[in-house]
T-cell receptor
Framework: DADVTQTPRNRITKTGKRIMLECSQT?????MYWYRQDPGLGLRLIYY???????NKGEISDGYSVSRQAQAKFSLSLESAIPNQTALYFC????????????FGPGTRLLVL | AQSVTQLDSQVPVFEEAPVELRCNYS??????LFWYVQYPNQGLQLLLK??????LVKGINGFEAEFNKSQTSFHLRKPSVHISDTAEYFC?????????????FGSGTRLQVQP
């Protein structure tokens, strides 16, 4: 079984709809991250969380919100989806021990019509 | 704040030829340096990382990278590529000092290995 899972893997939605992308991990890591990937732009940080009570905005947090329901779960919500939020979304974790390796989920491909 | 520049968006190369993927970074603080690989329809996985010590870092699948502080570069190399190396490669940095640890990525380089 994968250590970092994301659901759904693909999603099509309409402008104005609220949607949630979910991330779960079995690695026991405290730190979790949400990134979006756009062609030619690489990955950009949306939000990150160092534990259940510590949530921080990344460089492109506008239009997004997150919830850290437990150590293992970190959800990303689009309150009112818009077409320029069409992208590939990745969740990642690291253990914060100094090894500095992030482990990525398989991604969620989102299309906003 | 940091930024990462990957100078080549695509690199075509023939099988068994050597390859170098270039990465330069800008930062006002000390950074950790990474290369991640993304195979088609998959997430990212770590190829190698520089945290401290020797500036020549060896990673998985025969890749290596050299940290050059004076040139603020961290170029990725492989002496002989295989078809299976076809993927997108991302250079990334994280802030060593603040503990934030979120990654700042470059725009990626697509390596296309041809038979």
């Amino acid at each position: 079984d994968a250590d970092v899972t994301q659901t759904p893997r693909n999603r099509i939605t309409k402008t104005g709809k609220r949607i949630m992308l979910e991330c779960s991990q079995t690695k026991g890591h405290d730190r979790m991250y949400w990134y979006r990937q756009d062609p030619g732009l690489g990955l950009r940080l949306i939000y990150y969380s160092f534990d259940v009570k510590d949530i921080n905005k990344g460089e492109i947090s506008d239009g997004y919100s997150v919830s850290r329901q437990a150590q293992a779960k970190f959800s990303l919500s689009l309150e009112s989806a818009i077409p320029n939020q069409t992208a590939l979304y990745f969740c990642a974790t690291d253990d914060g021990t100094g090894a500095e390796t992030q482990y990525f989920g398989p991604g969620t491909r989102l299309l906003v019509l | 704040a940091q930024s990462v520049t990957q100078l080549d968006s695509q690199v075509p190369v023939f099988e068994e030829a050597p390859v170098e993927l270039r990465c330069n970074y800008s930062s006002s603080v000390s950074v950790y340096l990474f290369w991640y690989v993304q195979y088609p329809n998959q997430g990212l996985q770590l190829l190698l990382k520089y945290l401290s010590g020797s500036t020549l870092v060896k990673g998985i699948n025969g890749f290596e990278a050299e940290f050059n502080k004076s040139q603020t570069s961290f170029h990725l190399r492989k002496p002989s590529v295989h078809i299976s190396d076809t993927a997108e490669y991302f250079c990334a940095v994280s802030d060593m000092d603040t503990g934030r640890r979120a990654l700042t990525f470059g725009s990626g380089t697509r390596l296309q290995v041809q038979p």
